[in-house]
């Protein structure tokens, strides 16, 4: 079983829609989430990192940890077809986060249609 | 401003055939740095990881290798390739002091045929 786990597989929004994405660990060991944006043919780059329970807004995007429950989400509000990308959760230990092991979810595709 | 840079682009080569990848870091002294292997459409799977020149740690076992010849050098080796090598591979970097975020590099589209 994956321990990062994603949902949906895919999504397509019109544009100027909300996203959300979902992300759930089955490892209590896990404490601090990433997302991540893959645009086709590139490498991911980081959106943002929640550490903390609670919301974290970011422009048009905002994430919410609860730490409880193991659960991450993210939703792009007003989504751009430039939006249009495969999304990751990653989790890392408190341990290892200094080296920077990171655990991937399996993502989720994100179409944004005119 | 910190660049990464993977070679080569791309490679198609046979099966039981050697392979070496590699990555390099400019404008960053002393980074983390990562291989991580994505399948088409998939996931990320770190491979292996390096906080320091000549020490790298292994994530999972693929038949690979990985070495850190110079500070700002990263490579991906394996002596003879297997069908299930094919796929995307990635280089990045963190840096410790910051917030552990990844860069990732452009990466590489390996196809082992």
């Known amino acids: 079983q994956q321990k990062v786990q994603q949902s949906p597989e895919s999504l397509s929004v019109p544009e100027g829609g909300m996203a959300s994405f979902n992300c759930t660990s089955s490892d209590r060991n896990f404490q601090y989430f990433w997302w991540y944006r893959q645009h086709s043919g590139e490498g991911p780059k980081a959106l943002m990192?929640?550490?903390?329970?609670g919301d974290k807004k970011e422009g048009r995007f905002t994430a919410h940890l609860n730490k409880a429950s193991l659960h991450v989400s993210l939703h792009i509000r007003d989504s751009q077809p430039s939006d249009s990308a495969l999304y990751f959760c990653?989790?890392?230990?408190?341990?290892?986060?200094?080296?920077?092991?990171?655990?991937f979810g399996s993502g989720t595709r994100l179409q944004v249609y005119a | 401003a910190q660049t990464i840079h993977q070679w080569p682009v791309a490679e198609i080569k046979a099966v039981g055939s050697p392979l070496s990848l590699g990555c390099t870091i400019k404008g960053k002294s002393s980074p983390n740095l990562y291989w991580y292997w994505q399948a088409t459409g998939g996931t990320l799977q770190q491979l292996f990881y390096s906080i320091t020149v000549g020490q790298v740690e292994s994530v999972v076992q693929l038949n690979l290798s990985a070495s850190r010849p110079k500070d700002d050098q990263f490579i991906l080796s394996t002596e003879k390739l297997l069908l299930s090598h094919s796929g995307f591979y990635l280089c990045?970097?963190?840096?410790?002091?910051?917030?552990?975020?990844?860069?990732f590099g452009p990466g590489t589209r390996l196809t082992v045929l």
């Open positions: 990045a970097w963190s840096w410790t002091g910051g917030t552990y975020e990844q860069y």
């Open positions: 990653a989790a890392s230990e408190q341990r290892t986060q200094v080296v920077g092991q990171l655990t």
């Open positions: 990192s929640i550490f903390s329970d």
